[in-house]
């Protein structure tokens, strides 16, 4: 980018470092593109042009991602791909990450599936644990690259060790169903458990049918109730198709259970809503996660 572009757009687009650095003990967060609130944490008008001057990656990728949001009443998915070009050129992962959900979803770009298989490959080869993620998703799917369910099992498992929760869920939805992998519901249960106490509300709701099914564990109806309604507060708006879900299966479960077992269900959501809290700070950034 030329000086003078850089010059223009500090005028409405500033990040700041320091809020990607976490108080000692908390877990270290990366910015992705996705739910992000403009303005939340990561702003700092004294900070943009110096960064990006220098060439730092972090600065880039971040004024991609309020390009892509909006900032100011300004937003451009182009100008927000040219960023994070600049940045994956130069070997930052995050940015990679953000470049394959661009070209997945057609924004900025001519949407291509091939294209975003491999900016993920890519991240994910980097060590971004949602590229990783990313990449288990076209190897289940066939998108982008040939359909291999047990190479999507080894992206699912290395994005789950990497710290991505919702690799979790994948991973037990693979055990369930014998997809590149024998059968079992011990697996998926472990897994999905995992998952849920991760913070993910696939796993939570797949925690959910479990119990209310009995399938591998006694069924536990006052549980699955807690899991349906704790998932219900951790899905994310565009999440719409999953949480019509899980309100009309808790309704329909609800039903079911005598006042007294419902209250303990609520108690009991009350509970694992606490457990199962995001250990990122919200308050500094939204958790991003790159999903097709």
Same mark, same amino acid.
């Given at each position: 980018?030329?000086?003078?572009?850089?010059?223009?757009?500090?005028?409405?687009?500033?990040?700041?470092?320091?809020?990607?650095?976490?108080?000692?003990? *908390?877990?270290?967060?990366?910015?992705?593109?996705?739910?992000?609130?403009?303005?939340?944490?990561?702003?700092?008008?004294?900070?943009?042009?110096?960064?990006?001057?220098?060439?730092?990656?972090?600065?880039? @990728? &971040?004024?991609?991602?309020?390009?892509? $949001?909006?900032?100011?009443? !300004?937003?451009?998915? *182009?100008?927000?791909?040219?960023?994070? @070009?600049?940045?994956?050129?130069?070997?930052?992962?995050?940015?990679?990450? &953000?470049? /394959?959900?661009?070209?997945? &979803?057609?924004?900025?770009?001519?949407?291509?599936? !091939?294209?975003?298989?491999?900016?993920?490959?890519?991240?994910?080869?980097?060590? @971004?644990?949602?590229?990783? @993620?990313?990449?288990?998703?076209?190897?289940?799917?066939?998108?982008?690259?040939?359909?291999?369910?047990?190479?999507?099992?080894?992206?699912?498992?290395?994005?789950?060790?990497?710290?991505?929760? =919702?690799?979790?869920?994948?991973? /037990?939805?693979?055990?369930?169903?014998?997809?590149?992998?024998?059968?079992?519901?011990?697996?998926?249960?472990?897994?999905?458990?995992? /998952?849920?106490?991760?913070?993910?509300?696939?796993?939570?709701?797949?925690?959910?049918?479990?119990?209310?099914?009995?399938?591998?564990?006694?069924?536990?109806?006052?549980?699955? =109730?807690?899991?349906?309604?704790?998932?219900?507060?951790?899905?994310?708006?565009?999440?719409?198709?999953?949480?019509?879900?899980?309100?009309? *299966?808790?309704?329909? =479960?609800?039903?079911?259970?005598?006042?007294?077992?419902? $209250?303990?269900?609520?108690?009991?959501?009350?509970? =694992?809503? &606490?457990?199962?809290?995001?250990?990122?700070?919200?308050?500094?950034?939204?958790?991003?996660?790159?999903?097709?």
């Amino acid at each position: 980018m030329k000086f003078l572009h850089i010059i223009f757009l500090c005028s409405f687009l500033c990040v700041s470092l320091a809020s990607a650095q976490v108080e000692k003990g *908390e877990r270290k967060q990366e910015e992705t593109f996705t739910d992000l609130e403009s303005g939340k944490g990561m702003l700092d008008p004294e900070n943009l042009s110096s960064l990006v001057q220098r060439g730092d990656v972090r600065a880039m @990728n &971040n004024v991609g991602l309020l390009w892509a $949001k909006g900032f100011d009443g !300004k937003q451009s998915f *182009e100008e927000a791909v040219k960023w994070w @070009n600049a940045a994956a050129l130069r070997g930052y992962a995050v940015a990679m990450n &953000n470049l /394959g959900m661009a070209y997945a &979803n057609g924004h900025g770009v001519e949407k291509d599936i !091939k294209q975003a298989f491999d900016w993920w490959l890519q991240s994910a080869m980097a060590g @971004n644990a949602w590229a990783m @993620n990313s990449v288990g998703d076209c190897y289940e799917t066939g998108e982008g690259v040939v359909k291999d369910y047990v190479l999507a099992m080894s992206w699912y498992q290395t994005a789950a060790d990497a710290g991505d929760p =919702l690799a979790h869920f994948n991973v /037990g939805a693979l055990y369930q169903s014998g997809r590149g992998v024998t059968t079992s519901s011990v697996e998926a249960f472990s897994w999905f458990e995992r /998952g849920a106490f991760l913070g993910d509300p696939f796993s939570m709701q797949a925690l959910a049918r479990i119990y209310r099914d009995g399938d591998g564990q006694p069924s536990d109806l006052v549980e699955a =109730l807690a899991w349906y309604e704790v998932s219900l507060k951790r899905f994310k708006v565009h999440d719409e198709g999953d949480i019509r879900i899980s309100k009309a *299966e808790s309704t329909e =479960l609800s039903a079911q259970l005598s006042q007294d077992d419902r $209250k303990r269900a609520a108690e009991r959501a009350d509970f =694992l809503t &606490n457990l199962t809290k995001p250990a990122q700070d919200q308050q500094a950034l939204e958790e991003g996660e790159s999903r097709i």
